[in-house]
Each structure stands twice: as C-alpha cells, then as structure tokens.
C-alpha cells in the first residue's frame, strides 16, 4: 500500500472530530476581522483621525507590539486597519494552527488512537498527510471569509487586491506555523513537549521581528512572522511573502515526514533521556509527581517568559530617548525635563508590556490547572486515588504549582524587561526604580490568581465549560493588546481582570481593588474546592 493510504478517509475523519473546535475558531476569526473593519471607518474615517494615530503607530513602542509599516502619500483608514490589525490576527492564527496540529497528530498517538487507525490498512504517512491538508482547508477558509469580509466592509482606501492579500498572506502564515506544529509533533515524544516546543520557536520568531522592527526593519525579512508586515496590501501589494511562506511551509512538511518516517510510533525523532534506575527520595507525594511529569513544561514557560522580557528590555534605549526624535527638546526645557519625560515614556511602556506579561504568564498555570480534568478523564489518575490520597490534596498539589509558576513567570518576565531596559539606557535616572518594579509586580498578581481561580472553579464545578477559561483570558488579552488603537469602551475593558486595576506603575497601585481581586480569588478557588470534593470523578 501506498504510504499515503486512506488519507481522504482520514481527512474526512479528522473534520468530523475537529468539527466544533473548527467552527469556533472560524467564527471567532472571522467575526473578529470583519466586524473590526466594518467599525474601522467610524474609528478612524476622518483625515485628522488618521493623522493622529499615524504618529502613535510610528511610535517605537507601538512598533514593538504591532510591527513596523511605512506611509507613503495619503494615509487612508484601509492603510492604518492593515498596520493594526494584521500582526495581532496573525498571532491568533498562530496559535489556533498549532493547537489543530498538535492536537490532530500527537496527542491522538498519546491516546493510543492513531496506533489503532494504524492497525488497518492505512498508510504510514496517511495521519500526517490527513493532520496537513486539515490545516491548508480551515487556513484557506478562513483566508477566503477574510476576504470577503473586508471586500464587503469597503473601507476607504481598500481595494480587492489588498483585501485578499491579507487573506492568503494571514491564511499562508498560520498554515507555515501549523507545519511547524506537525514537525515538532515528530520531533517531541509527548503532545506537551511537542506544544512547548513549538511556542518556543513561535516566540524566538516573536521576538526576531520585534527586535529588527524597532531597531533594524530590514532585517524582519529573516522572521516568518515578520513576513506578514511586508505585505503591504493598501500601499505597494507585495505577493513575495506568501510565497516565501509556501516555500517553508513545503520543506518543513518534508522535514515532518522524514521524521516520521525514521521513527516508532509512540515515540520521537529526538529521543529521550531514560530515568534513574530507582526512584528519589522525593518521589513521595502528588506534587513531586507533577513536578516530574510537567518539570520541562514549567522551566520552559518561565524561562521562555524571562527571555521575552528580556527582548522588550533592549528596546528601552530606543523607546525611551526622545533626544533621538528631537536633539532641541533638551535646550527648550533643560535636561532634568527632558530625562523626566523618558521616564514618563518608559512608564506607560512597562505599564501596558506587564499587563501583556500577566496574560502570558497565566497560561502555563492554566494549563497545569486544567491538566487535572485531561489526567482524570484519561485514567491517569485512578492509581493515584486506588491509594489513602484525598481529592482536596490532589487538587491543590495542581492548583498551587499552578499558583506558583505563573507567579514566578510574570516576576521572572517583568524583572526581565525592568533589568535589561535599564542596562540598555544611556542615562540611568531614565529607567524604572526598584520600587516601580514591585508596583508592578503587586499590581498584576491578582489578575494572574483571579484567572486561575476561574479555572479552578470550572474544573471543580463544570468541567465541560473548561474552555472558557480560555476565552475568558482572550478576552482580556485582546481588550489590552487593542482596547486603545480600536477605542474600545471601557465597560469592555472591564470585562476581564486585566481592565480592573489603573495601569501599574504608570499610576499607583489600588489597593482596595488589590484586597477584593485576592479575595474574589480565594472565593472561586474555594467553590471549586467544594465542586471538586463533592462532583463524581470521570475516570476512563
């Protein structure tokens, strides 16, 4: 038989499984770019709108968030909604490739399904030939609905050209990186290995093309997810980046079935180091054993998050000397202004990267928390409850290594950028004080606990409902990354956590809302406390 055998059945077996996870991610996407460019007009539709935030998008920290684009002539609202819009929806295309790839490919070999699909008569290649062209129908899909979308919004300044410019170029780019999951799927023995890796790239690709973008633009051609920004699609429509994106999303698809090819099923390509023959002393206890299973996983997370603070810090020098923009501004208002008002730049920066580096920081805690649920329902846990080991012990060994990482994640990130930004300055009396930095620090752990303890909640509660917690943390992360550039109202920045507290330490920390976000915490982690102790467990 040939090694692609029954592929057609398979695909038409994956898009039946996947059917509901598709569908909502498809809504999602869709609705989030065609209902932002139906409302872009009435945001920035006047010549003075888009005057004034033309200058904020040139800004080198909004750079750094968003990208580096170029105005030439006339600026129209088409051109500003392409220098918003396609970096943040080509982030969340990411992410949802590499969910769909990882999932349809090694988390089924975890769960012993592709062994039995493999049983018949189907090719060796045929799972990851099936997981690939799942990816290309839901990526060109959604690449089409964009651009229908955009065509019918007609905002000023767009053309046909450009609107399905950015539907093939944002299609290309989450397809690149959703072969990119199936090649890590091959490489990693395990489907949280094979994710953590291939965030890990996905961030190194993040922050090449920040760093070029605010420091060297030209050089953002040598990140994949900078390609995105070349497009141009209003200016000067450039179709080189797609096919830039074809050609390495083709070599890393032959690298995944090399891969798969030259390894066991139930294994990977990269092989793993074997344990110690007897067990540590401190093998003893249900937090030990997480510890052992998800060590690689947390160290990653908080060590990836370092590393991206860390690159937001480099920037400092450039985001925060204004005598670069304007050499008079220190004979007008005399040097002690001018290093007040680096300060005040390098204040709002660090003010909206925390809340940023708090969202990051929850998932690897929420994934802990809602990997009690996935170990339950598989039978993982059923020889650990066969023994004198009580549910409220279990669950807070999960819950508080959940606590704990994502605590140290968002001090480790937000250190990262105060340390480094501060080293990067040529005058130091410009940079973030230790006591800015603890402002800082207090002012987003509730919202990383209250995050947490929403998921705590459901898991003890309902289960089922799990994945609002990650539609819940979305909401926040959009509601700051764009709450601003789309002038969102307030009642929905409000929405989430990450709206409660004033922008720390660009202002002072509240500590009325401090004392009743921890509180609100404790609640919900208490009730699904209760939930958990009380609820039948769902073993397999």
């Not at 692609?4 to 499984?17: C, S």
């Not at 920037?315 to 670069?324: E, H, M, P, W, Y």
């Not at 943390?473 to 989430?496: E, Q, R, T």
Request: aromatic share 10%; glycine share 8%; net charge positive.
């Amino acid at each position: 038989m040939s090694p692609y055998g029954r592929t057609g059945q398979l695909i038409r077996l994956n898009l039946r499984r996947d059917r509901f996870r598709i569908l909502m991610w498809i809504i999602l996407l869709a609705a989030l770019m065609t209902s932002v460019a139906w409302k872009f007009e009435g945001i920035y539709g006047t010549q003075s709108e888009i005057n004034a935030i033309k200058g904020t998008l040139a800004s080198p920290g909004i750079v750094a968030m968003f990208g580096a684009f170029s105005f030439t002539g006339k600026v129209t609202t088409a051109e500003i909604f392409a220098n918003e819009m396609l970096l943040f929806m080509a982030l969340i295309q990411v992410v949802m490739n590499l969910a769909l790839s990882v999932h349809a490919t090694r988390y089924e070999e975890d769960l012993g399904i592709t062994e039995l699909v493999r049983a018949h008569a189907v090719g060796t290649d045929a799972p990851l030939a099936a997981a690939a062209i799942e990816l290309v129908i839901v990526n060109g899909f959604l690449g089409i609905l964009y651009s229908l979308g955009l065509t019918a919004a007609n905002m000023p300044g767009a053309t046909i050209e450009g609107n399905w410019l950015i539907g093939l170029g944002l299609a290309n780019t989450g397809l690149l990186f959703g072969i990119l999951g199936l090649l890590t799927a091959q490489l990693a023995d395990h489907s949280s290995s094979a994710t953590g890796l291939a965030y890990s790239l996905f961030g190194l690709s993040y922050l090449a093309r920040m760093i070029t973008d605010v420091q060297h633009p030209r050089l953002t051609w040598w990140s994949p997810l900078g390609w995105v920004e070349k497009l141009a699609p209003y200016n000067h429509p450039n179709w080189t980046p797609i096919w830039l994106s074809l050609l390495l999303a083709l070599v890393l698809a032959e690298l995944a079935v090399l891969a798969n090819n030259h390894r066991d099923l139930g294994a990977g390509a990269i092989t793993t180091r074997p344990g110690r023959r007897n067990a540590s002393v401190f093998l003893r206890g249900p937090i030990s054993l997480i510890w052992r299973r998800q060590r690689n996983v947390i160290i990653g997370w908080i060590v990836g998050i370092i590393i991206f603070g860390i690159a937001y810090g480099t920037v400092f020098n450039t985001i925060g000397d204004i005598l670069k923009t304007n050499p008079t501004m220190q004979q007008v208002f005399g040097t002690a202004m001018v290093h007040e008002a680096n300060h005040k730049v390098l204040l709002s920066f660090t003010s909206l990267l925390a809340i940023v580096m708090a969202a990051v920081a929850v998932i690897p805690g929420m994934q802990l928390i809602l990997k009690l649920h996935s170990d339950e329902t598989r039978g993982w846990l059923e020889a650990l409850y066969a023994r004198p080991l009580s549910r409220t012990r279990l669950l807070f060994s999960y819950v508080g290594t959940a606590f704990v990482t994502s605590t140290l994640a968002y001090v480790g990130g937000l250190a990262g950028i105060v340390v480094m930004g501060d080293a990067s300055l040529k005058h130091v009396q410009d940079g973030i004080s230790a006591s800015e930095f603890w402002q800082g620090v207090w002012a987003q752990l509730p919202e990383i606990w209250v995050f947490l303890a929403l998921s705590v909640l459901l898991i003890g509660c309902w289960p089922r409902l799990k994945a609002l917690s990650w539609f819940y943390l979305a909401l926040g992360f959009i509601s700051v990354y764009m709450g601003s550039l789309l002038k969102l109202p307030d009642w929905v920045k409000n929405l989430a956590p990450s709206g409660w507290m004033p922008r720390v330490p660009q202002h002072d920390v509240n500590w009325t809302t401090f004392s009743w976000m921890v509180a609100l915490a404790i609640v919900l982690v208490i009730i699904g406390w209760i939930g958990y102790r009380r609820r039948d467990l769902h073993m397999s």
